[in-house]
C-alpha cells in the first residue's frame, strides 16, 4: 500500500516502471484535495438562487439573487463579511469571481450568473489541523487501463441515485450517456452521471468496498485514476451522489484510491 504526497510516492513499481503522466497526476490530484483552494480546505458550500434573503450555516450575512439576476449579501460592518477587500455594511452586489473574506481567517469566492450561483467558503488552515498527511492507494497496475466507450442515453434520461446527506435523500440526476469497457472478457456498462453542465461522474462500486468525449469515440478508462468521494473530505459539506444501482462490478477492482492519510494514524502504525 502506498501513501501519495507532492510529489507522490510509489512503492509497489520502480519510479520507471510507472508512466511519467500518472505520477503528474497524482501530483495534481493531490494539489486539487490538499492545496490552496483544495476540497480539504472547504467547510461550507451553497447555492444561492431566489429572491428571498437566505442564510448559510457558518457564514455570516444574508444572500440573495435580485430580480435582475445578481447575487447580493446584506451584513453589518460587524459581522466582517468583506468583497473584494471591502467592508460589507448594508447591502452590496456581490460580482461572481469576487474574492470573500470572512471572520476566523476564512476565504472564499462566489460564481454563476441569471440568478445561479455557488458559493465557496475555505479555511486556509484547515489541512494543517486535520493532519491529512497523503492518500493511500493501491500501487500503480497497468493491467488496470483500458479502452472504452461512451454510448448516448435516450435523450433527457435521469437516473435516480441516493446522496450522502444526513438524514440520506435521493435526486434524479441527468445520466446522458453510459460508459463501456470490457474487463477480463466481460462488458460492463455504467451510468454515467452528469452533477453540472459538461461535469461528468461514473461513480461505482465493487467487492473492495466498505472530461468530456462524443457518443462512441474511444477513450482510455484508468482505474487507477480511480478516486475517493469528497464527501471522505467533509461529510457536511461536500454530499457526494452514490453509485446508481447498475454501477456496482461483481469483481475486485485493486486499482486507485483507497483511504486518506492523516498523522495521527502514521505514527500509530511507525
Avoid at 25 to 49: F, H, I, L
Avoid at 108 to 114: E, I, K, L
Avoid at 216 to 221: F, I, W
Amino acid at each position: 500500500m502506498t501513501a501519495d504526497r507532492v510529489p507522490p510516492q510509489q512503492t509497489a513499481l520502480l519510479a520507471a516502471e510507472v508512466p511519467a503522466e500518472h505520477h503528474a497526476w497524482r501530483t495534481t490530484r493531490w494539489e486539487e484535495v490538499a492545496g490552496p483552494n483544495g476540497k480539504a480546505t472547504v467547510v461550507a458550500k451553497s447555492t444561492v438562487a431566489g429572491l428571498a434573503p437566505r442564510t448559510i450555516p457558518g457564514v455570516p450575512g444574508r444572500w440573495r439573487t435580485t430580480e435582475a439576476g445578481a447575487l447580493t449579501v446584506t451584513a453589518s460592518a460587524g459581522e466582517g463579511v468583506r468583497v473584494d477587500r471591502e467592508t460589507v455594511d448594508g447591502t452590496v452586489t456581490v460580482p461572481s469571481g469576487s474574492a470573500l473574506e470572512l471572520p476566523g481567517d476564512l476565504v472564499g469566492f462566489a460564481g454563476g450568473s441569471d440568478g445561479a450561483y455557488g458559493l465557496v467558503v475555505m479555511d486556509p488552515g484547515a489541512v494543517e489541523r486535520s493532519g491529512l498527511t497523503g492518500i493511500e492507494t493501491f500501487p500503480y497496475d497497468p493491467a488496470w487501463v483500458f479502452e472504452g466507450e461512451y454510448r448516448a442515453a435516450p435523450e433527457g434520461r435521469r437516473t435516480e441515485v441516493g446522496r450522502l446527506t444526513t438524514p440520506r435523500s435521493t435526486e434524479a440526476m441527468s445520466s446522458p450517456v453510459d460508459l463501456a469497457v470490457t474487463i477480463e472478457g466481460t462488458e460492463y456498462v455504467l451510468t454515467v452521471l452528469e452533477e453540472m453542465p459538461g461535469h461528468r461522474l461514473v461513480i461505482f462500486t465493487d467487492r473492495t468496498n466498505g472530461t468530456e468525449t462524443d457518443p462512441g469515440s474511444p477513450l482510455t478508462v484508468d482505474f487507477n485514476r480511480a478516486t475517493l468521494s469528497h464527501h471522505h473530505l467533509a461529510p457536511t459539506v461536500f454530499t457526494c451522489p452514490l453509485a446508481p444501482t447498475a454501477n456496482h462490478l461483481p469483481l475486485r477492482v485493486e486499482a486507485g484510491e483507497r483511504a486518506l492519510v492523516h498523522h495521527q494514524q502514521k505514527e500509530a502504525t511507525a
